[in-house]
C-alpha cells in the first residue's frame, strides 16, 4: 500500500523555466515533508523539508509547498538548471518516525 | 555538516558468503539509523530501523536473520548479509537521524552500496 504516491515517473523542464514536482500522501498523521535529490549510483541527497505547522518552506531556487487539506506537497525550482537533472523523491513521516518515500521523478532540464 | 559515510561502496561477493556493510556518521550522532535497498525504478524499500544499543526493528517481509544489523555506537551501524545469494544483488543505502541542525527530523543519506552475489 503506497502511502505516498508521486505520479509522474519523469519530467523534462528547459533551462531556465520552472520545475514542479508533486506528490501525493494518503496518512493524515503525517506531519513532516521531505525532498531528496537522487544521482545514479549515490545516496539521496537532502533537499528541503516542510513541516505541517507551514504551507511553503523557501530555500534559494527551491519552494516546497503543503496544501494539507488536499494531503499534497509539490517541489518548484525557478530557475531551472541542467545539474538539477537527476531523481527527486518525496518523502512523509511523523514525530521522529520512519520515513515512507515516494517513487521518485526523473527530472531532465535540458538546455 | 551532516555527512554520512558507507563503506565499502562496491562489492562482489561469491554465493554462500557474508558480506558487511558499514555506516557512519562523521559529524553528528545518529540516535537512528535506518537501511534501505533500492530496487531497479522503484522508491527505496525501508528494512529496518535500528536505535544505538538496542536491537533493530524490521520491516515485514525482510529476514532478520539474514540482514543482522548491529547499531554498536552513536556512530557507527553494520548491515550484514549473511549466505549471500544473487537475489541479494542490490543498492543498500543507509541513513542516520540525529539532532544536527536541531531539527532530529531529518535524515541524510551515505552513497550507498553496490553489492553483487556471483
Known amino acids: 500500500d503506497q502511502q505516498v504516491k508521486q505520479n509522474s515517473p519523469s519530467l523534462s523542464v528547459q533551462e531556465g523555466r520552472i520545475s514542479i514536482l508533486n506528490c501525493d500522501y494518503t496518512?493524515?498523521?503525517?506531519?513532516?515533508f521531505l525532498w531528496y535529490k537522487k544521482y545514479p549510483a549515490e545516496g539521496p541527497t537532502f533537499l528541503i523539508s516542510?513541516?505541517?505547522?507551514?504551507d511553503k518552506n523557501e530555500d534559494g531556487r527551491f519552494t516546497v509547498f503543503l496544501n494539507k487539506s488536499a494531503k499534497h506537497l509539490s517541489l518548484h525550482i525557478v530557475p531551472s538548471q541542467p545539474g538539477d537533472s537527476a531523481v527527486y523523491f518525496c518523502?512523509?513521516?511523523?514525530?521522529?518516525?520512519?520515513?515512507?518515500f515516494g517513487r521518485g521523478t526523473q527530472l531532465t532540464v535540458w538546455p | 555538516g551532516a555527512v554520512v559515510s558507507q563503506h565499502p561502496s562496491r562489492v562482489i561477493c561469491k554465493s554462500g558468503t557474508s558480506v558487511k556493510i558499514e555506516c557512519r556518521s562523521l559529524?553528528?550522532?545518529?540516535?537512528?539509523m535506518f537501511w534501505y535497498r533500492q530496487f531497479p525504478k522503484k522508491s527505496l524499500m525501508l528494512m529496518a530501523t535500528?536505535?544505538?544499543?538496542?536491537?533493530?526493528?524490521?520491516e515485514q517481509g525482510v529476514e532478520k536473520d539474514k540482514f543482522l544489523i548491529n547499531h554498536a555506537s552513536l556512530t557507527l551501524s553494520t548491515l550484514t548479509v549473511t549466505s549471500a545469494h544473487p537475489e541479494d544483488s542490490s543498492f543498500y543505502i543507509c541513513?542516520?537521524?540525529?539532532?544536527?541542525?536541531?531539527?532530529?527530523?531529518?535524515?541524510?543519506f551515505g552513497p550507498g552500496t553496490r553489492l553483487t552475489v556471483t
Open positions: 496518512n493524515s498523521m503525517f506531519d513532516y
Open positions: 541513513s542516520a537521524r540525529g539532532y544536527t541542525t536541531g531539527n532530529s527530523y531529518e535524515q541524510y
Open positions: 559529524d553528528f550522532q545518529a540516535t537512528t
Open positions: 535500528s536505535n544505538e544499543g538496542s536491537k533493530a526493528t524490521y
Open positions: 518523502a512523509c513521516g511523523s514525530t521522529l518516525g520512519r520515513l515512507y
Open positions: 516542510i513541516s505541517s505547522i507551514k
